[in-house]
């Protein structure tokens, strides 16, 4: 199959590894564009991007029609186009034309399930996160994960996987020392996807470095893994390690969550109210201060949430009338991040919005993607 045009490879350059392009981004009146190819069909003959997501140094965006471009750094072949050479344009990943959608680890690996439910990955292959029989460190192209039933949903962390599959069940594989996989206890790494004990009805998954949540149909929220700065929001008396699924205090049932780094946020009750936890260094919570939360504490004045997106440092929102704010920023930016949520400009009217460390990007009509670098993002 030859593949369609990038979903926006003719708008925005994507120069450099995610770290060093998010330095690099304009404001959104003046963005980094490159040169439209001659030969490049007009707009509407192209597939719309459906998803635009970024990790610490590669990016994914998928289209409309199931192809999946990636570009960024590709040191352990993670943007699966067969070879490990770093690419500044979206490039199609080898093999994948049918893509429903796509997970990034924060590290080194890609994963994207089809249509009927089959989960290929790639890249890195840290702790077996390529799952059963792969023994080389690394794969420039998707292997299909051996063993595992019909996905709805991926989400890696820094060196585990867990996916959510067509019953509502969920299945882990990958690093166990701090308890990721939520099979009762901390173990060496295991390749093979394994039910998580006891956690049914599942209708999302979110990951951190070391810990996952899970969202169920009744709009409770379980974590497990790593209790590094709280980030399973299970009280300041709670353990460092939990490595069962354990249920959250929440005042009201959930909707959305999105975990990276070691925090946690969630949507919650009728007004679609946002409430977050765990580690607060770069004011990522939007609380107004930079303290650790040990449980879910609700965000003043942050409702009626359409969509939620975090990094390690960052968090931002959506919410109903199209405008996007976010707090925290890079570790390395040249001005203090902002510990309360701000409006991000140019951002507004944007969908599927997704944070990597030190930027936010929106996915504006059917094909541009603006990125903005949070030091530079926010207005009044």
């Known amino acids: 199959m030859t593949p369609s045009q990038p979903p926006a490879a003719h708008l925005l350059h994507l120069a450099r590894p995610l770290s060093a392009l998010m330095l690099g981004l304009a404001t959104l009146c003046a963005c980094e564009r490159a040169p439209q190819p001659p030969a490049a069909p007009p707009e509407a003959a192209r597939a719309a991007t459906a998803s635009f997501l970024m990790s610490t140094h590669h990016a994914c965006a998928l289209a409309d029609d199931g192809q999946l471009w990636c570009a960024g750094a590709n040191d352990a072949g993670q943007l699966g186009d067969n070879t490990t050479q770093t690419r500044g344009e979206l490039r199609p990943v080898e093999g994948l034309n049918h893509v429903v959608g796509v997970a990034l680890s924060p590290l080194h690996a890609t994963c994207a399930w089809e249509e009927e439910g089959a989960l290929w990955c790639w890249g890195g292959n840290e702790s077996s996160l390529l799952g059963p029989g792969v023994e080389q460190d690394h794969s420039p192209l998707p292997l299909k994960i051996q063993g595992l039933p019909p996905v709805t949903q991926v989400t890696l962390g820094a060196y585990h996987a867990c996916a959510l599959t067509t019953d509502a069940q969920v299945y882990c594989w990958g690093e166990n020392r701090r308890g990721q996989l939520g099979r009762g206890q901390p173990s060496l790494p295991d390749p093979t996807p394994t039910a998580v004990p006891g956690l049914t009805d599942v209708r999302a998954l979110s990951a951190g470095l070391e810990h996952t949540c899970a969202l169920t149909n009744r709009g409770a929220i379980h974590c497990w893994g790593h209790n590094r700065h709280h980030a399973l929001g299970l009280g300041p008396q709670s353990p460092n390690l939990v490595s069962a699924p354990t249920e959250l205090p929440l005042s009201e049932p959930a909707h959305a969550l999105a975990a990276a780094g070691y925090h946690t946020c969630a949507a919650t009750g009728a007004q679609r109210a946002l409430v ?21 504490s609700p965000v003043p004045g942050a409702f009626g949430l359409a969509e939620l997106a975090t990094s390690g440092a960052i ?29 991000a400009a140019g951002l507004s009217s944007t969908r599927a919005i997704g944070a990597a460390m030190g930027g936010v990007c929106g996915i504006h009509g059917d094909h541009e993607i603006v990125c903005r670098k949070l030091d530079l993002a926010t207005e009044e």
Do not use: H, K, M
């Open 315 to 343: 968090t931002c929102f959506r919410d109903i009338e199209a405008r996007v704010y976010c707090a925290g920023g890079s570790p390395d930016a040249p001005v203090e991040p902002t510990a309360s949520f701000q409006l």
């Open 276 to 296: 977050c936890w765990g580690d607060n260094s770069f004011g990522q919570l939007g609380l107004g201060d930079r303290l650790t939360r040990a449980e879910p």
